[in-house]
Structures are given as C-alpha cells and as structure tokens.
C-alpha cells in the first residue's frame, strides 16, 4: 500500500493515483521496478505535498486534537507524508506502514536526511491481516489506503480500536480527477481525460470487487465512522493548483501519468484516442506533453475525520 496518489497509489494499484492516490496501494510482486516506481511515488507525493501539509495542519489545529505522541501512516509509500507527519506533530514517533520493503527502505533514507531518523520508523505489514499488530496511535493517517481493503467498515473498526482515547482516524478518500489538459486539445475527438476518467472508473470498480472479501458499501464516511464507534470530525478538500506553465517536476509527473494511462487502458480506448495519446507522450511532438505550452495539474483530494470518544 502506499500514498501516493492512487495515482498513484497503486501498482497493486497501478491507477492514480489515485484517486489520485500519492499515498496509495502497490503491489509487491517481485517483477515490478521499485528503482523506477519508488522515485516516480516520491516525487508525486512531493508534488502534492502542500495540500497533505494543509490537511495535517488542520487537524493539528482541531479543538478537539489529542496530544499526538505516535501516528501510523497506513500504506505510507516512500514516505513523504510520513516525514511530513513527523514535522507537523514534533512530539510524536511516526511509523510508516507498508508491504514493500523497497519503499520502507526509501522511507528510512528520507527520515534520515532530513533528520528524522530517531521519530521516524518503518513496520512492513499487510493490512488488514496485521492491522491490530502495529500498536496504540493517537493518529492514524489513510491516504487513499482504505479502498484497496475489501471490507472497509471492518478495517475503519480495526484503525477504531488501535486509537487511544481522543485519537483520530484521517482518511484520504475521493476528491475529484486530476485535469492536466484542456477539453480540447487541439487533436482528436474533446473531452480525452474525461474518457480517460470514465474508464478508470471502470477498472475501479473491477479492482474493488476482485479485493479478498469484499464488500460494496455506501461512501458516507461519517455513516461508515459512526458504524466503527468513531465520532464524525468533518470533512475538508485540499486544492492543487499548479497552472501553466508547469514546472519540469510536474511536467515529469504529467508525462508518467498519460504513459501509463496509454499502457493500462489501450484495449478500451479508441484507436482515435490512443494515436493522440501516442502524439501526448511522444517528447519530440510539439503537440505533446513536453513542449505544448497549455499543461497545467488541477486536484482536489478529500480528507475525512473521525474520533475516538
């Protein structure tokens, strides 16, 4: 698991990330390249770090914050927002949990350059099996973790039961689709991403109901806190807004993204789409991602609060 987006994400959930998913899932098989996946996870969650500073400001700033002294950060990826959890609660041990040792091992790298070393652990765990093995926490941070679960009204009463008194659960789900492209391009048929959006509902779907035990249920996360024994704290959206021109950090995320939406999705898209898409990745087209002028990264990612009385 991981955060990154879903986009992230997921490599168990190869889907953006998600969801834009930069704390997302990832899948642990042993023929994915984490010297390739880990830097693109990392600098997605960088990109993306100030709507997660934002988030976790608030929720340090809530009347009703617990003194936070130990966060779990469930599929925590390379572990940016762990380290970014670390700076915002400066009392608090912060564990970052994931399945993927290559990522828990980006994790400790990070902590440690930026001197976080001794606040800042690594617990490899596959969740839900080991949930209520990683201990007490007044924080417990989701990011885009929970749908990748097949029964998440059991895992919400899981993370429920692991808070202390007055501790949190920050769940990280919904938000809108990312938009990097104006409607019309200039090529093909408009409205690509919203194609692009509509299939990646659909492999969604098909993703959540092959998850071991999975159960549909309605997304009313206060209804779904209430159930686990959690009192509903709110919910905020965060916004990233970066407008044209993009940097080249995010023009390389933008570029990694429609690579691999062309990769997963080439047998739903139309031939129409996937030419255009060929000329979106292509560096050298001046109609591609590299060099059009028009790029920009618009998202809204959704953080849901529930309490322990």
Not at 172 to 196: F, H, N, S, T, Y
Request: proline share 7%.
């Amino acid at each position: 698991m991981s955060q990154e987006s879903d986009h992230s994400h997921e490599r168990r959930t190869t889907h953006s990330h998600r969801h834009n998913d930069t704390h997302a899932h990832h899948d642990h098989a042993t023929d994915l390249d984490w010297d390739v996946l880990g830097p693109q996870l990392e600098q997605e969650a960088e990109l993306s770090r100030p709507q997660y500073e934002e988030a976790a400001h608030w929720i340090a700033g809530l009347p009703t914050a617990p003194r936070v002294r130990r966060v779990l950060d469930i599929g925590s990826g390379p572990g940016v927002i762990s380290c970014l959890l670390a700076e915002v609660f400066p009392e608090a041990e912060v564990v970052a949990v994931d399945g993927t040792p290559a990522l828990l091992q980006r994790t400790r790298a990070r902590a440690q350059r930026l001197g976080l070393g001794d606040r800042v652990r690594t617990r490899r765990a596959e969740l839900p099996d080991d949930l209520d093995e990683l201990g007490e926490a007044d924080l417990i941070w989701a990011g885009n973790a929970l749908h990748h679960m097949g029964d998440q009204r059991a895992v919400l009463a899981g993370f429920a039961a692991l808070l202390r008194p007055g501790g949190t659960v920050a769940l990280v789900e919904g938000g809108l689709p990312p938009r990097r492209l104006p409607r019309d391009i200039g090529m093909g048929q408009p409205g690509l991403e919203a194609r692009l959006d509509a299939i990646n509902a659909e492999w969604f779907e098909g993703m959540r109901a092959s998850l071991p035990g999975a159960k549909r249920e309605t997304e009313d996360w206060s209804a779904l806190f209430t159930a686990a024994g959690l009192d509903p704290q709110g919910t905020r959206s965060f916004l990233l807004d970066l407008p044209a021109p993009l940097s080249e950090p995010a023009r390389d995320y933008v570029v990694a993204e429609f690579t691999r939406r062309r990769e997963m999705f080439e047998e739903a898209l139309t031939a129409e789409d996937v030419a255009v898409l060929d000329r979106l990745v292509d560096p050298e087209d001046p109609a591609g991602l590299r060099l059009r002028p028009d790029v920009f990264l618009l998202m809204a990612r959704t953080v849901h609060l529930g309490r322990r009385s």
